[in-house]
Each structure stands twice: as C-alpha cells, then as structure tokens.
T-cell receptor, first 113, second 111 residues
Framework: NAGVTQTPKFQVLKTGQSMTLQCAQDMNHNSMYWYRQDPGMGLRLIYYSASEGTTDKGEVPNGYNVSRLNKREFSLRLESAAPSQTSVYFC????????????FGQGTRLTVV | TQLLEQSPQFLSIQEGENLTVYCNSSSVFSSLQWYRQEPGEGPVLLVTVVTGGEVKKLKRLTFQFGDARKDSSLHITAAQPGDTGLYLCAGLSFSGNQFYFGTGTSLTVIP
C-alpha cells in the first residue's frame, strides 16, 4: 500500500512564483490535512478537509489555498511564494476528524529564495 | 498560537539509559497522541490516550495523560539506538476538529 503520496519531494522557488503541492491517499479516508514543519515549532496545521467537498482553515492559512479535488486528492497552492514559506510540508489523512490516527506522507521540502 | 510545549527540546543519551519527555499546556485536551518521526519521513503514531490519568505501555515506552488532561509524558526504559527520532505530542481540543502539535523533542541514543 502506498498510503499517502506527496509530490514533489523537493522544490526551489523564487519569491513571487506559484506552485501546487499534490497529495493523494489510497486508504479511503474521509479527512485530509496540510501541515508545515519548521525547526522548534513542531507541526502547524495550514488547512484541512474534514470530508470531500469541505475545507477549513487551520492555524496558519495565510498565503495558501487548498482544493479537495475528490476523496483521494488534496492539493495545496502557494499563489505568490515568500521566503517565510520555506518549510517542510506534510500531507496527512485520517478516517475522520477528531481522535483518529493520522497517516502522513514523506513530506515536501520547499525553499523560497 | 503554540498550545503545547515539549521539554527537553534536545536529548542525547547513551544506550541503556532511561529518559522522560514532557508535553505541557495550559489548555485542556479531549485526547492526546504521541508520534515519532525519523529523518526524511512523516510522523508515525505511537499511541493515543483519551482518559485523564491514563497510562499506556508499548514495550519499553510508557505514556501518561495528566489527570487534568493538560499534560502528558513519555518514558522510555533502556533506550536503544532505534529509539532515535523526533517525538511529537499532539492534543485534540474539545472545541475543534484538529490536533495541535507540540514543539517536538529530538532524541539521539548513542550506541
């Protein structure tokens, strides 16, 4: 089983460029999440989708947009990248919101120069 | 807003030693999870605790949820090099649908 697959694994952007991070899960999970991980700050939730057709803001949504394309796929878009968005981005999925186990992808290391 | 503080932030110990990692908050959580993350990988769930005062054991790892549901600890007995990684706690608030992750504890076990 692939679990949660993220693409790309690495990306370098120039300030002001846009890009979309892709995420797909094959576990038939209802809920999907995008986190960013910065040193000393753990994981911070950017956006989540409790179920297909819904999306909600997390702790740090500014500068990002998301699309729940279908039950399997949840993408994260940076419209105009800034150096402050340099981070490692993780997609995760779970059966539902609440106390369920979250399954994470391997991450995308993004550098904005 | 960082709701969960973990201590210590870094820990380097010799194989065979015991250690405890703490996860503290001023907020009350309905449940709390512990994850371990290895370099280049995403976090993997170790345990979920849901009842105040609950203690769960996973081989050499012992997890405790505070009576007031504001804090948790992870105790590792006789640490092994395979325990090396970043340990993250995550608390689920009563009012939300999301987990708030702690700041993380990076553990290195030296053979």
């Amino acid at each position: 089983n692939a679990g949660v697959t993220q693409t790309p694994k690495f990306q370098v952007l120039k300030t002001g460029q846009s890009m979309t991070l892709q995420c797909a899960q094959d576990m038939n999970h209802n809920s999907m999440y995008w986190y960013r991980q910065d040193p000393g700050m753990g994981l911070r939730l950017i956006y989540y989708s409790a179920s297909e057709g819904t999306t909600d803001k997390g702790e740090v949504p500014n500068g990002y947009n998301v699309s729940r394309l279908n039950k399997r796929e949840f993408s994260l878009r940076l419209e105009s990248a800034a150096p402050s968005q340099t981070s490692v981005y993780f997609c995760a999925s779970s059966e539902g919101v609440g106390g369920y186990e979250a399954f994470f992808g391997q991450g995308t290391r993004l550098t904005v120069v | 807003t960082q709701l969960l503080e973990q201590s210590p932030q870094f820990l380097s110990i010799q194989e065979g030693e015991n250690l405890t990692v703490y996860c503290n908050s001023s907020s009350v959580f309905s449940s709390l999870q512990w994850y371990r993350q290895e370099p280049g990988e995403g976090p993997v769930l170790l345990v979920t605790v849901v009842t105040g005062g609950e203690v769960k054991k996973l081989k050499r790892l012992t997890f405790q949820f505070g009576d007031a549901r504001k804090d948790s600890s992870l105790h590792i007995t006789a640490a092994q090099p395979g325990d090396t990684g970043l340990y993250l706690c995550a608390g689920l608030s009563f009012s939300g649908n999301q987990f708030y992750f702690g700041t993380g504890t990076s553990l290195t076990v030296i053979p």
